[in-house]
C-alpha cells in the first residue's frame, strides 16, 4: 500500500529557533499534500494545502509566514516553523493524495512530536 | 461550519466484546462520511466510508451506516480483537472539497 513517512518523529527545540518536518511519498507521486496539527485530545485540524509546485493554501487563522510550507518535488513537502514558541508544541502530521484521486483517499504520515522549550 | 462530534474515550473492552463508537456530525448539505483508523505508531487509514444516506460502509468486520435522519454514522464490529487496538477518527467531508473534517478520535483497548 502507499505509504507515507515523516522526518523526525520528535523533536525539541529552543524557543526562537526554527525546525523543519519533512513529509515524503516512499512509493507514490502526490500531486497534493496537507498538513495537520493535533493537540492533546483534539481532532486534527487542517493547517494547508499544497500542490506540487505552487503556493500552499493555508486555512483560516494560520499564520503563513510563521509555518511556511514547501511542496517541490511529486514526493516530498516541508513544514518550517518558524520562531517557534512553546505555544506551537503540538504533533503536526501530514497526509499526500496521488494525482486524480478523491479528497478522501488521503495517506497519512505517523506523525512529528515537536516541544519547544 | 461543519463539524464532527464523536464519544469520549478512552474504550476498554474484552475479546469477543461488541463496539459501538458514536459519531454525530453537522453540516451543509450531504457530506461523505468516514471512519479512519490509528494503530499504534502509524498514520491515519481509512477504515470505511459512506458517500450517501443509508450507505453501509464496511471493512475487516466493521460497520457503520449513514443516517441522515438523525445525522450520525455509528462504527460497529461484533466481536473485537485485540488487534483492532487503536485510535478511530470519524470525518466528513463536503462534495468538491479536500478538507476532511475530523472528530477528536476514541482510544480503543481490547483486552485479551
Known amino acids: 500500500g502507499a505509504v507515507v513517512s515523516q522526518h523526525p518523529s520528535w523533536v525539541i527545540c529552543k524557543s526562537g529557533t526554527s525546525v523543519k518536518i519533512e513529509c515524503r511519498s516512499l512509493?507514490?507521486?502526490?500531486?497534493?499534500m496537507f498538513w495537520y496539527r493535533q493537540f492533546p485530545k483534539q481532532s486534527l485540524m487542517l493547517m494547508a494545502t499544497?500542490?506540487?509546485?505552487?503556493?500552499?493554501?493555508?486555512e483560516q487563522g494560520v499564520e503563513k509566514d510563521k509555518f511556511l510550507i514547501n511542496h517541490a518535488s511529486l514526493t516530498l513537502s516541508t513544514l518550517t516553523v518558524t520562531s517557534a514558541h512553546p505555544e506551537d508544541s503540538s504533533f503536526y502530521i501530514c497526509?499526500?493524495?496521488?494525482?486524480?484521486?478523491?479528497?478522501?483517499?488521503?495517506?497519512f504520515g505517523p506523525g512529528t512530536r515537536l516541544t519547544v522549550t | 461550519g461543519d463539524s464532527v462530534t464523536q464519544m469520549e474515550g478512552p474504550v476498554t473492552l474484552s475479546e469477543e466484546a461488541f463496539l459501538t463508537i458514536n459519531c454525530t456530525y453537522t453540516?451543509?448539505?450531504?457530506?461523505?462520511l468516514f471512519w479512519y483508523v490509528q494503530y499504534p505508531g502509524e498514520g491515519l487509514q481509512l477504515l470505511l466510508k459512506a458517500t450517501k444516506a443509508d450507505d453501509k460502509g464496511s471493512n475487516k468486520g466493521f460497520e457503520a451506516t449513514y443516517r441522515k435522519e438523525t445525522t450520525s454514522f455509528h462504527l460497529e464490529k461484533g466481536s473485537v480483537q485485540v488487534s483492532d487496538s487503536a485510535v478511530y477518527f470519524c470525518a466528513l467531508v463536503q462534495g468538491g472539497s479536500e478538507k476532511l473534517v475530523f472528530g477528536k478520535g476514541t482510544k480503543l483497548t481490547v483486552n485479551p
Open positions: 497526509s499526500a493524495r496521488a494525482i486524480d484521486r478523491p479528497s478522501y483517499e488521503q495517506y
Open positions: 453540516a451543509t448539505g450531504y457530506p461523505s
Open positions: 512509493d507514490f507521486q502526490a500531486t497534493t
Open positions: 499544497s500542490n506540487e509546485g505552487s503556493k500552499a493554501t493555508y
